[in-house]
Structure formats: C-alpha cells, structure tokens
C-alpha cells in the first residue's frame, strides 16, 4: 500500500483548496441567501480548469486520474458542497456514461462541447415516479426515422436548469424492464426540451436543482451511447464510478465544518478557559477526526480499486453509504461545538449541517447503499 500522493495529485488538491478559500469561502454565504448557481465563482473555477476534471487531456481537459479528481471534489467541498455538487454532476456524473459507452466520434463532440466557455453538463435519470426505483423509469424514446423522439419529464436534476447539455436516460418500452433503457446525450437547444419547476432546496441552494421536460425531442441516432437497450449497465457503472466522488464530497464537508470548529474551540472562552479545554469539547472533534479519516481512507480506497482495475462497486457502496452518513454526524456535532452561535447564520457552519443532509439522499439513499452491500456481500462479493 502506498499513502503517498502523486505530484501532480498534490497540484490540483492544493489548487482547489487556495480556490476554495479565497473565492469561494467569502462569498458562499450570500449565495446560499439568494439561492442561485454561483455563475462568476464558476467562471474562475473555469479559468483554473478545475470544472473539467472529468474530461481527459486527449480532449482537452484536466487530465488528472480518478484518485486526483476526488481529491479535488474533497476540496471544492470543502468550500461548498452546493458548488461542489454541481461540477461533480457536470464533469463527472453527466460525462461519465460518454466514458463508459461513446465511441470516438461521440467523445469528441460531447467532450468538446463540454468545455467550451465553461458550460455545464446534466445527469437526467430521476423521474416523480421512479427515484430509488430507477428501472421503473416512464421517459419512453421511440423508434423513429434517423433515431428517436423522447417524451417525459425528469425531476431533482442538479444543473438542470444551467446545463448546456443532457445525459439522459429513457425507455423503448417499459414492458422490457431494465433491457429497454437507452442512454442518449441531448442539447439544450433541441426543439422541445424546456426547464421545468426549480427547487427551493433546505441545503445545496448554490447548486440549480430542476426538472428537465422532453416534448417530442428528436434526437438523432448519433447520440445514443451504446447499442440500444445498454442504457442501464450505463447508468449502473456511472454510479459506480461516481459514489467514491460523492464519498469525497462528503469528507470535504465534513472537514469543512470540523475546520471552522476547531477553530472557534480555541477562541471560545467560558468557564474562564476556552472551550477546547473542556474534554467534552475535546471529545467531540477527535471522534469528528476520526470519522473523517475513517471516511477518506474509503473513497481513496474505492478510487484505488478503480484504477488498479479490480472490482470497486461494492467499495463505492460502502464509500458513499459511510461517508454520506458521516457528514450528516459531524456536521451536526460541529454545530454542537459552536453552541448557539453555531445555529445561526452569524457562523458557516449551520450552513454545512444543511448542506449535508443531502449526501444521504442523491446518487442513491443511504437505504439504498446497504441494499447493495448487503446484495454484494451475500453474493459473496467484496
Ligand atoms: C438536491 C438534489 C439533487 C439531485 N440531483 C440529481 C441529478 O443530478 N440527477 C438525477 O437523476 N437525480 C438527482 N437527484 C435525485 C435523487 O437521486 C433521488 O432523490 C434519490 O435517488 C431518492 O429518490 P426519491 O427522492 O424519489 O426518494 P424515494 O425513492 O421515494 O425514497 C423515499 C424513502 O424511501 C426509502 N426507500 C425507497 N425504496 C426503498 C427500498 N426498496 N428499501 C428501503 N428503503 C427504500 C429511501 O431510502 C428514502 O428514505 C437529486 C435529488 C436532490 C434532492
């Protein structure tokens, strides 16, 4: 085993710290107030380059391997999870499937287009019916001449109303289950694809939350992935591929709140003594310490078994199910730190507790997690 990070890993994670804390911690706050995606931060994180972590260098991106992009993800979340969310959901969750199922032509088109001014990227697969219970999607693609006419309605997507482009997932026939998923990447300026309702959201409120309406979209056969009916052994990768980066996502918000934490402890006088003094106090950031850690040895775990090429699902499951869990915990105890300061908006921490409620939420429950370890683990997978 080998704890050591690469050079250019230790760039990029450095990188996005010193971005983290000088454009994004002085101004995340009234953000969140407001409720919009961040345009401007986004336009300087994209003169870094650091939105296009996804993209590889052949195409123009940043380049970096898996474990560099989720040490890169740990720090933007750090800075704010709802930024961090939505470059996560641009660059890696809507361009994975491009990864996994594109040919050359397609990597090419979609990968350019992605990083052309900064634009953003979509991952549509949540529908108001099927959410934990994504088989059971209803957008149906049918057959027509030069390829396909998408119809339906997708919810909750994370860019979905700032995105260029959209990765989106639908059915020839729902009779067919699972085997009759296709995967299409669709433009923004298709004639009848339109932004639905926008979420007013408890945490995340610098990311764009909507739903996404398809209305007869003709979209050509060129922008299938895969062959036909391969559209959920896609989506089943992709979400491999990305828990581990929500894993990181955690762990950065997480550290993010246990940082201010620390800090405040030390400041804080009561009793006549700082509060950093008091063991209660004490014991409250060590098991926070802990759990973190804990946390960031699994997604960097996870990212070694990808690159390694071994299997790495049930290691992503554990990443994601753990860490989402971890964030919500530490958050909260963070906030416990602060005492009642830390429940207003005076401090940021308040804001990091709402933040990570969601980690439990997207890219799979934290129910649905210990479904699949629980399914790997009686396979007799590890
Ligand atoms: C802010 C935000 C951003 C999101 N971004 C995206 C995105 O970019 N793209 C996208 O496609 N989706 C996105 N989602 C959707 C997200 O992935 C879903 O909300 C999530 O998968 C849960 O689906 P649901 O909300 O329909 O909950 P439900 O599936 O209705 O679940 C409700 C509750 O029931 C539990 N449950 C459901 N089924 C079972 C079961 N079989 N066993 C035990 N418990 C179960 C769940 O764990 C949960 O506690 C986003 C959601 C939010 C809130």
Redesign the pocket.
Known sequence: MDFDFTEEQIMMKDMARKFAETEMWPVVGEYDDKHIWPEDIYKKLNETGLDCIGVPAEYGGAGIDFLGQALVTEELARGDLGLA?GVV?STL??TDPIHIAANEDQKQRWFTKMLEGGKLA?????????????GGMSTTCKKTDGGYILNGV???????GVANQYTV?ATLDKKLGVKGICCFMVDRESEGVSVGKT?N?L??RL?N?SEVVFDNVFVPEANRLGAEGTGWMTCMKTLDYSRPMIAALAVGCAQGAFDHAVEYSKMRVQFGKPISSFQAVQFMLADACMEIEAGRLLYQKACYLKMSGQPFSQSSSIAKGYCGDMAMKVTTDMVQVFGGYGYTKDYPVEKYMRDAK?L?????????Q??VVAANLLKGLR
Not at 126 to 131: F, L, S, Y
Request: proline share 2%; glycine share 12%; with cysteine.
């Open positions: 969310t959901a969750l809507a979509a991952f549509c697969l949540t529908e108001p019916g099927a959410g934990s219970d994504v997708k919810c909750f997507i994370t860019n979905g997932f979420e959201k945490g995340i990311s939350t969601i439990q939420i997207y890219e799979g429950t934290s129910q649905v210990r479904m």
